[in-house]
């Protein structure tokens, strides 16, 4: 299963971020204002813990520590719908009537958003088909009734979306479980369980701090 990391308190450390990634190892995704109000967007796919080093180093650190950026959300993607490539990394952009906007996504959406193709060679993922199924081009601009409808649709999935000047959480009581006393919140702890994780055909052994 995905998490969705919302940074909003410390530093995430390195070992936090090794940890969410060894078992969610298809993409790393992050969305966040910058100083302009302009949302902002970098992704990834790593192989190896030595690439997820310099992703920390060259990519995270950076952006945490520019105070003039805010509301820094982090994706780590287990592909349980879709190709594993950058298209189908989160966040995903897409417009509505109001505006520009960023989404993220942990869960499983219903069936009619999933193994959709559009080529015989590439799948696209679950929430891209949510995303441009039914938000895009939409009259939303995520107040509680446009929040209800989507949790009407999604059910427990959790998402957050960014716009230049908000985060919305749907399904945010979820996250409340996740919270750490660094002020950041999880989607899930799947993450934290145990020092042994399976990973498809890969297995790993390492050790928390």
């Known amino acids: 299963m995905c998490v969705i990391a919302i ?4 530093e995430i450390p390195f070992h936090k971020f090794q940890s969410m990634w060894m078992v969610n190892q298809d993409g790393i995704g992050m969305m966040y204002i910058d100083g302009n109000k302009k949302i902002c967007i970098e992704n990834a796919l790593v192989s190896n813990p030595k690439e ?12 945490w520590e520019d105070k003039t950026n805010t509301n820094i959300v982090i994706h780590f993607r287990y592909a349980t719908d879709g190709d594993i490539n950058y298209d189908n990394i989160h966040p995903f952009l897409f417009t509505t009537n109001h505006g520009t906007y960023a989404l993220m996504h942990n869960g499983v959406m219903p069936d009619k958003y999933r193994n959709y193709s559009v ?8 929430t891209q088909n949510f995303v441009t199924g039914f938000l895009q081009g939409s009259d939303m601009d995520f107040d509680s009734y446009d929040i209800k409808k989507i949790i009407e649709e999604i ?26 006393l660094d002020g950041n919140f999880y989607s899930n702890l799947n993450w934290e369980f145990g020092s042994r994780h399976f990973y498809k055909d890969k297995q ?4 928390k701090n």
């Open 7 to 10: 940074n909003l308190g410390k």
């Open 52 to 63: 997820l080093k310099m992703f920390y180093d060259v990519v995270y650190l950076p952006i």
């Open 119 to 126: 080529s015989d060679k590439y799948i696209t993922s679950d």
């Open 155 to 180: 059910g427990m999935n959790k998402l957050v979306i960014l716009s230049p000047e908000n985060m919305f959480i749907v399904n945010g009581q979820l996250f409340k479980n996740g919270s750490d």
């Open 204 to 207: 790993y052994q390492f050790w």
